[in-house]
């Protein structure tokens, strides 16, 4: 079951190997190919080819427990997903995941999840940047706090 809470898309483990691969190619054809049937491989396969673009993102699912690969490299694995998502008659509001993809994009295009995303990608990304914006803060309320008393100093002289 794949849910999206907070922020963060839960989803199982799934292993990729040769068999996972001939299985998910065969059955996004068969859904393909017969119009009657549902569409839950080729929306799965969507989904992951959504998260899958190069092989940092195979890396990083890997780290996460939700992909398990035993088909190679992660390059090759990057390229599986994305050669697969390619050409595939798909309809986003007709699907199982719709509301998944509806709070995705609807958590994406909040303006404050974006500006604290990029908050951290550009202050926080290693240990010493954090360190200086820290440093510069502290800087800061100490130069608030001297002006203030420079002022009461000359308004309350004693």
């Known amino acids: 079951m794949v849910k999206f809470k907070h922020g963060v898309i839960h ?5 990729i190997d040769d ?6 190619l065969n ?3 068969f859904e393909q190919c017969h119009s009657g049937c549902s569409k839950i491989f080729t929306t799965y396969v969507t989904l992951l080819d959504s998260l899958v673009n190069t092989s940092k ?6 780290d996460q427990n939700i992909i398990e690969n035993y088909l190679g490299t992660d390059a090759e694995v990057a390229t599986f997903f994305n050669n697969m998502g390619k050409d595939i008659s798909f309809d ?12 995705v994009n609807r958590h994406y295009h909040s303006g404050w999840h974006t500006q604290w995303a990029s ?5 926080f990304s290693t240990p010493w940047s954090f360190v200086l914006v820290m440093a ?3 800087l800061l309320v100490f130069t608030v706090v001297q002006t203030i008393y420079t002022i009461l100093g ?4 004693r």
């Not at 908050?119 to 202050?123: A, E, H, I």
Request: hydrophobic share 45%; glycine share 2%.
């Open 11 to 15: 989803m199982p483990t799934i292993t």
């Open 19 to 24: 068999f996972m691969c001939t299985f998910l």
């Open 27 to 29: 059955a996004v054809a």
């Open 57 to 62: 993102d195979v890396g990083l699912l890997c």
């Open 92 to 103: 986003i509001d007709e699907c199982y995941l719709a509301r998944l993809f509806d709070d």
């Open 119 to 123: 908050l951290k990608y550009t202050y």
């Open 136 to 138: 510069a803060s502290v």
């Open 154 to 157: 000359y308004t309350r002289p």
